[in-house]
């Protein structure tokens, strides 16, 4: 019982921060992020080194 609710927990931190570095990435146009992203689960590491590490930072709009 106690495995099915770390492994829930785990999901539940892992896919919103694979959906925004997702997102990010295919929005920045960075195929290999993507990929990388895609394929490999590490329990949100790669996706939140991605996010506040690599992706472009847009700058504000000035009026």
Not at 48 to 60: D, E, L, N, Q, R
Request: one cysteine or more; charged letters at 10%; proline letters at 5%.
């Amino acid at each position: 019982m106690w495995v099915t609710l770390v492994i829930l927990l785990l999901v539940l931190w892992t896919l919103p921060w694979k959906a925004v570095a997702l997102w990010k990435s295919a929005g920045n146009k960075q195929l290999a992020w993507f990929i990388c992203i895609f394929i490999f689960n590490t329990l949100a590491i790669l996706e939140i080194i991605y996010i506040f590490g690599f992706s472009k930072k847009k700058p504000a709009p000035t009026a």
